[in-house]
């Protein structure tokens, strides 16, 4: 396994199992199963609820002494309805209850939108809170106070664009160390792997291979499916290996973090093996060059009448 190192020396497998749309029940056998594999990094949030169902897949594991909790690098995120700086520590807290965890290793800002707190997902333009009126600077108090109580040992943010990255760390004590994004070929993001390499903030990859098993009304018509791509199909034959493992490999040769969500195991076991596929700068060039530009979570769902945040705003402006 590859691992990313932070600035303390810890170290993260490249490869994690991601549990964004994995069922309760489904979730529990997946990583019992992934860590019995050689999974050592499990990417969690509070919002994919299924947190307390992977605490007692921790348990099971820790108990019959398959793993330590030191073996394990795992992650979750702060939902969008406690960026108070107040709310911060409770809602890890809840995290770490559910988890049967008494700290993660990595702690995430989700998204850089805030919600009302009595609001999981927003269904008008009234149940969201502005940036001028709870800014991520604030947030990000809530975050460092995170590692200060030892509930976190590392923490950073996720679908952050530079612009909002640089407003962290313009009044952070503490940098962030991770950004996770959605990445691949058909959005490879330099500008913003650029900016993070120059800061020395590492990248996480979610939704490396298209997320096509997301919900229905967050999919738009014609999207891509990378695994029918013919350059990536056609790569992929030349190394013999699947198009998948070829996504995974295209990451993890960037030096980004992957987190391939699966619940079958051979698609596990498949994905965990794409670490060890080294790739050429030829083929990378190619890999990259295969489709035309795509993002699958565009984050819309956030941009509805009445809301303080749009488009522009999310993402990097080219």
Not at 54 to 68: E, Q, T
Not at 142 to 164: P, Q, R
Not at 203 to 212: D, F, H, K, V
Not at 228 to 246: F, M, T, Y
Request: hydrophobic share 35%.
């Amino acid at each position: 396994m590859k691992y990313l190192t932070y600035r303390n020396g810890d170290k993260m497998p490249i490869i994690g199992l991601g549990t964004w749309k994995s069922e309760p029940g489904d979730v529990y056998d997946a990583v019992i199963e992934a860590v019995k594999m050689g999974y050592r990094h499990i990417d969690c949030a509070a919002i994919y609820q299924n947190e307390k169902e992977i605490g007692k897949a921790f348990k099971y594991l820790f108990d019959n002494n398959i793993v330590k909790r030191e073996d394990l690098w795992v992650t979750s995120k702060l939902w969008n309805n406690s960026h108070k700086e107040e709310e911060v520590i409770p809602a890890i807290k809840q995290t770490l209850e559910d988890l049967q965890l008494e700290y993660l290793d990595l702690y995430l800002i989700h998204w850089p939108v805030a919600l009302k707190h009595d609001v999981t997902f927003p269904e008008k333009g009234d149940d969201f809170i502005s940036l001028n009126d709870v800014p991520l600077s604030e947030t990000w108090k809530g975050m460092e106070k995170t590692l200060a109580e030892g509930l976190a040992k590392h923490i950073g943010v996720s679908n952050f664009n530079s612009d909002k990255l640089q407003k962290v760390v313009d009044s952070a004590n503490h940098n962030p160390e991770m950004n996770q994004v959605e990445l691949h070929p058909l959005l490879p993001q330099n500008d913003l792997m650029d900016y993070c390499n120059g800061m020395g903030i590492h990248m996480t990859a979610y939704s490396p291979l298209g997320s096509r098993d997301r919900d229905d009304q967050m999919k738009k018509e014609n999207e891509p499916n990378m695994f029918e791509i013919p350059d990536l199909k056609d790569a992929a034959n030349s190394l013999n290996i699947s198009v998948p493992q070829l996504l995974i490999a295209w990451g993890v040769n960037r030096n980004t973090a992957v987190i391939p969500k699966s619940v079958n195991p051979d698609h596990m076991k498949s994905n965990l093996e794409a670490a060890e596929i080294d790739l050429s700068k030829e083929m990378m060039e190619k890999i990259e060059s295969a489709g035309e530009q795509f993002r699958y979570v565009d984050g819309s769902f956030w941009t509805m009448e009445g809301s303080p945040y749009k488009m522009e705003d999310l993402w990097e402006t080219v």
